[in-house]
């Protein structure tokens, strides 16, 4: 069972990779000088996609098949709702954000250590499709292991606060070119939240419609 659970998610990530035209031959976009995966933990960056999806595999929680599919769904209602189709991989938001699930760089480092077991750079995420997918995967995953809620995983994701109802904006910081910031409105987090149960209706109503009982708190999110 468990190795058909990898094979149907190998398939999912081969299937998402395709639409990109990156595969096992292509290399990362932009990486660091390495010898495999032991320089990789010690500071290093990373050969191929083999590497990548070996090290998420090695560190990733023991194979369970209904708590896999609940992330994949909340992955691809968030990706729905964050991705630029235009450039899914290579897009950059006004605050920062990238890719596949809109990460912020502060993140990127420190998910990819915990996810893979060494860090990575902005730029070597950034044009890496794989990493994005897997540490999607990874993080998100943690949320759903820790709420349980499509509505918290969402607005967790979004600010990082389990208040999913709340009706004030996430704020963007956009970075000027003279390097001074601006302090702009961005998406209320209860019209997000409503956005991505909306994705999840699509293909897993069984999420979206029989949610949980959960008090409305204001808390900062832990993953």
Same mark, same amino acid.
């Given at each position: 069972?468990?190795?058909?659970?990898?094979?149907?998610?190998?398939?999912v990530?081969?299937?998402?990779? $395709?639409?990109c035209?990156?595969?096992?031959?292509? +290399?990362?976009?932009?990486?660091?000088?390495?010898?495999?995966?032991? &320089?990789?933990?010690?500071?290093?960056?990373?050969?191929?996609? +083999?590497?990548?999806?070996?090290?998420?595999?090695?560190?990733?929680?023991?194979?369970d098949?209904?708590?896999?599919a609940a992330?994949?769904?909340?992955?691809?209602?968030?990706?729905?709702?964050?991705?630029?189709?235009?450039?899914?991989?290579?897009?950059?938001? %006004?605050?920062g954000?990238i890719?596949?699930?809109?990460?912020?760089?502060?993140?990127?480092?420190?998910w $990819?250590?915990?996810c893979?077991?060494?860090?990575?750079?902005?730029?070597?995420?950034?044009g890496?499709?794989?990493?994005?997918?897997?540490? $999607?995967?990874?993080?998100?995953?943690?949320?759903?292991?820790?709420y349980?809620?499509?509505? !918290?995983v969402?607005s967790?994701?979004f600010s990082?606060?389990?208040n999913?109802m $709340?009706?004030?904006?996430?704020?963007? !910081?956009?970075?000027? %070119?003279?390097?001074?910031?601006?302090?702009?409105p961005?998406?209320?987090?209860?019209?997000?939240?409503?956005?991505?149960l909306?994705?999840l209706?699509? !293909?897993?109503?069984?999420? &979206?419609?029989?949610?949980?009982?959960?008090?409305?708190?204001?808390?900062?999110?832990?993953?």
């Amino acid at each position: 069972m468990a190795t058909y659970i990898r094979f149907v998610v190998a398939g999912v990530v081969a299937v998402l990779l $395709s639409a990109c035209n990156c595969g096992e031959k292509e +290399k990362p976009r932009s990486r660091a000088k390495s010898t495999g995966i032991a &320089s990789v933990a010690s500071g290093g960056g990373f050969h191929s996609y +083999k590497e990548l999806n070996d090290a998420y595999w090695s560190k990733a929680p023991p194979i369970d098949r209904d708590r896999n599919a609940a992330v994949s769904a909340m992955v691809h209602a968030i990706r729905e709702k964050e991705q630029n189709p235009r450039d899914p991989f290579g897009s950059l938001n %006004p605050s920062g954000a990238i890719g596949f699930t809109q990460v912020m760089p502060k993140n990127i480092d420190g998910w $990819s250590r915990e996810c893979f077991g060494f860090g990575m750079t902005k730029e070597e995420f950034h044009g890496t499709p794989l990493a994005q997918i897997l540490i $999607s995967h990874c993080w998100i995953g943690r949320l759903w292991d820790r709420y349980h809620d499509p509505r !918290i995983v969402a607005s967790c994701w979004f600010s990082g606060r389990t208040n999913y109802m $709340s009706d004030g904006n996430d704020w963007i !910081i956009r970075k000027n %070119p003279d390097g001074t910031e601006t302090k702009m409105p961005g998406t209320p987090i209860e019209k997000y939240v409503s956005d991505v149960l909306g994705n999840l209706s699509k !293909i897993r109503p069984d999420l &979206s419609d029989r949610l949980p009982n959960n008090p409305v708190e204001n808390k900062k999110c832990q993953w």
